[in-house]
């Protein structure tokens, strides 16, 4: 019969985590994964449903068929009851914020507060002047709003390496299309203005870069190790080379 630690142990293997991987993962030493595995000790019920959410399957199809040797195997609760929503939230709620200080900034620079009241100026009033393009763009076409759902829904899935990745890109790709967009400098709002391009390649570019960082962060990945170190760099980099490409490319 198959034992829970050798179950572990399966499990371990199919989702490419090394025993000190999924003891980072799992807040406990690499020495308890190890007793797990081999059977000198069990979880804790609470570290078995955690270990069942982190490999993608239920308490009771961890724990052996008969003469089990952890804790006696009940009715798992839903799935929904054992994720830890609280760092979710909080996260998602961050994220939020953070687009919604960027929205009244651009509030505050680009639109008049001038015979408008003050839901008006907040709601509707339309940015003005040359260097509002961008930020008026991204309002119109709703695009600001998109991206702000995409990193909260991210953060709520528990994707926080994905969400602060759109977050950073989203800003970076911004002050990249305010800085080189205008095409020449000091067009006229909207004429040969290429700051939607700019915002455009380098937000896309988040969500490979955003899913690599995912990917590494649950095979225990972390930016202490030379391996982190690289993807941090890799993360900095690749925005401002496709900022330095695409502003080569539309130069006269």
């Not at 926080?160 to 067009?187: D, E, K, N, Q, W």
Request: charged share 15%; net charge positive.
């Amino acid at each position: 019969m198959t034992t829970l630690g050798q179950r572990i142990r399966e499990h371990r293997r199919r989702a490419g985590l090394s025993q000190e991987a999924l003891a980072r993962r799992m807040d406990v030493s690499r020495q308890a994964v190890t007793k797990w595995e081999s059977g000198q000790s069990a979880p804790s019920t609470e570290n078995l449903f955690r270990l069942a959410e982190l490999f993608g399957t239920t308490v009771d199809l961890l724990l052996p068929s008969e003469g089990a040797d952890a804790p006696a195997a009940e009715a798992p609760p839903p799935l929904w009851s054992r994720i830890r929503w609280r760092p979710r939230v909080l996260a998602a709620l961050a994220v939020t914020a953070g687009y919604l200080v960027f929205y009244l900034l651009g509030r505050i620079l680009w639109c008049p507060l001038e015979d408008s009241s003050l839901l008006g100026w907040l709601l509707w009033e339309r940015p003005s002047g040359g260097e509002s393009y961008l930020y008026g763009w991204l309002l119109s076409s709703g695009l600001f709003w998109w991206a702000m759902a995409l990193s909260a829904l991210t953060a709520l899935l528990g994707w926080y390496r994905l969400s602060c990745t759109t977050c950073a890109y989203f800003l970076i790709g911004f002050l990249m299309g305010l800085v080189l967009g205008p095409h020449p400098p000091g067009a006229a709002m909207g004429h040969g203005h290429y700051g939607w391009a700019f915002w455009g390649c380098i937000y896309l570019l988040s969500l490979p870069m955003g899913l690599l960082a995912e990917r590494a962060g649950r095979k225990g990945v972390t930016f202490a190790s030379r391996r982190g170190r690289l993807l941090a760099a890799g993360l900095v980099l690749c925005p401002l080379l496709s900022a330095v490409l695409a502003a080569l490319a539309k130069a006269p």
